[in-house]
Nanobody, 124 residues
Framework: QVQLVESGGGSVQAGGSLRLSCAVS????????MGWFRQAPGEAREGVAR???????YYVDSVKGRFTISQDNAKNTLSLQMNSLKPEDTAMYYC??????????????????WGQGTQVTVSS
């Protein structure tokens, strides 16, 4: 049974940092593409970052230079290091996996497996 379990969310002040983790299990073959998405109350879900074939990384413009996505295949873990957090980063963050995806961070096509989410709250 495929499972994606996020952790690491919390409440921080603007300028602070958080590191999100996603424990991945149940796959026979490692997903070709993994990503982080977020959804704020009343807003549409937004792609934040993705990693393709464990090496190619893509970010939405609003987080470039602040967030870093990484994948540890030995530990079956996907991470998102978030620095210089801003109040507008407040959202529920989800990790997701796909057997295929493009480099377009805004495109969620192909992401069939999702975690339950972890809340990130940034206060000003």
């Amino acid at each position: 049974q495929v499972q994606l379990v996020e952790s690491g969310g919390g409440s921080v002040q603007a300028g602070g940092s958080l590191r999100l983790s996603c424990a991945v299990s149940g796959y026979t073959d490692r997903p070709y593409c993994m990503g982080w998405f977020r959804q704020a109350p009343g807003e549409a879900r937004e792609g934040v970052a993705r990693i393709i074939n464990s090496e190619l990384t893509y970010y939405v413009d609003s987080v470039k230079g602040r967030f870093t996505i990484s994948q540890d295949n030995a530990k079956n873990t996907l991470s998102l290091q978030m620095n210089s957090l801003k109040p507008e980063d407040t959202a529920m963050y989800y990790c997701a996996a796909a057997t295929y995806c493009t480099g377009n961070v805004k495109d969620s096509e192909g992401f069939l497996d999702w975690g339950q989410g972890t809340q990130v709250t940034v206060s000003s």
